[in-house]
């Protein structure tokens, strides 16, 4: 459907899990259309098979809301798993299990445990930002983007700092799909990078820390401590390497393209950037509304228990159920002028991005501290960030991201 008029086609023909509307920056028109005429909306077929779209606010709330009808078994997305290597992960598990094992790693990015983490983030994105080339253009993702997630994954892992891209790598191969420019070829690449050479690096420090005389607080040494969770490794292997990639994933994907959405959106809104720059303290509400209008996960699927009824459709047991962030955090009827970025709103933490109900992200504080203190030491040093040319955007319809985005730094 890209480069189509969303009115010029009927309605029955839409099908918004299309990647290249992702890549090409134009699914807005068509989200726009079904929150007006269709909200509740099923495409018959796609490369995904057939699926509801939901994408207005109120509507994904309720399905989010409602895990007793839609499940979230046996994954988040759109797409089907991978016959041979499914990996089950706690985010796609319903209760008890769901709850059980997120307490387990929940304690990692607790308040009390983020406190103590904001003087390393601090120290480490100066020391990234003091390192940028003045007065050439260099690629803001790789160079603060990136490092900056990856550098706080290696910590919340306790995983060697010197071997830290390799977690960014993995990241992006679980969620990658063969395409122009992919990482993967194939399926069958991603599974055997994720098997044969993701899951033997956790094993070994799982194996390293679960006989640990003291207690450690890093993402593995408590997986592998907990009674829910410490024969995971050994009985469950793909649970654990979906458990890792889910942890993987979480921690790189949201802060890393809304750190690189924060550029973006603030040199295309000239008017927020100078307001920002005119009161620091703005910083606060400008962080949560960047992850708004980023969205970082376009959407997360569920699956239909049973026959149901919603807004008069009528949704069959075994039905995916889309729920499409993306179109949620731009509906005006939930969200004044929702197409509008504007940094100093009233409410900026009403959005979708981080879900809602007992899957909300549980690191939904970490990603807004993480961007919070990088924007406090960009004011400190710069000017402004200047955006040089249009971003490469990701080949995805599930992490809404960017390869690439050109910038020059401006020093104070």
Request: proline share 6%; aromatic share 10%.
């Amino acid at each position: 459907m890209m480069g189509i008029d969303p009115y010029d086609i009927p309605l029955e023909d839409y099908d918004v899990s299309q990647r290249d509307l992702y890549r090409s920056n134009t699914s807005w028109g068509f989200f726009e259309r079904l929150r007006k005429e269709d909200p509740v909306h099923y495409c018959k077929d796609s490369e995904f098979g057939p699926y509801w779209s939901i994408t207005k606010f109120d509507d994904i709330s309720a399905i989010d809301g409602n895990h007793e009808i839609f499940s979230s078994e046996p994954v988040i997305s759109i797409a089907d798993p991978i016959q041979d290597f499914k990996t089950p992960m706690f985010i796609a598990m319903d209760e008890p299990s769901h709850g059980n094992q997120r307490r387990t790693v929940q304690s990692a990015v607790a308040p009390r445990n983020l406190a103590n983490m904001e003087d390393l983030i601090r120290e480490r994105a100066g020391a990234i930002l003091d390192s940028l080339p003045v007065g050439e253009t260099f690629d803001w993702v790789e160079k603060v983007s990136i490092e900056l997630t990856t550098l706080m994954l290696a910590t919340l892992f306790d995983f060697p700092l010197e071997e830290r891209s390799k977690l960014t790598y993995w990241s992006d191969v679980a969620t990658a799909v063969p395409g122009p420019d992919s990482i993967i070829s194939s399926f069958a690449e991603r599974s055997r990078i994720l098997s044969q050479e993701c899951a033997p690096a956790f094993l070994k420090l799982w194996k390293e820390r679960e006989g640990d005389d003291e207690p450690r607080f890093d993402l593995i040494s408590m997986l592998a401590r907990s009674e829910e969770t410490k024969d995971m490794a050994t009985e469950r292997p793909m649970e654990f390497i979906g458990n890792l990639i889910l942890l993987i994933v979480g921690g790189n994907d949201t802060t890393r393209n809304s750190i690189t959405g924060s550029v973006l959106f603030l040199n295309e809104n000239p008017k927020e950037y100078e307001k920002l720059t005119a009161n620091p303290e703005l910083i606060k509400t400008m962080v949560p509304e960047v992850i708004r209008y980023q969205t970082p996960l376009a959407h997360m699927r569920r699956t239909a228990k049973e026959d149901f009824t919603f807004r008069g459709k009528n949704i069959k047991k075994g039905d995916k159920v889309v729920m499409w962030y993306i179109s949620g955090n731009r509906d005006s009827d939930a969200i004044e002028e929702a197409h509008r970025f504007i940094i100093d709103r009233d409410k900026p933490r009403h959005h979708l991005s981080f879900g809602f109900g007992i899957h909300r992200c549980m690191g939904n504080r970490l990603a807004e501290m993480q961007l919070r203190v990088l924007w406090e030491e960009i004011l400190k040093r710069f000017k402004k960030v200047e955006v040089m040319g249009e971003p490469e955007r990701t080949y995805s319809n599930l992490i809404k991201g960017y390869a690439t985005l050109p910038v020059r730094v401006h020093p104070i």
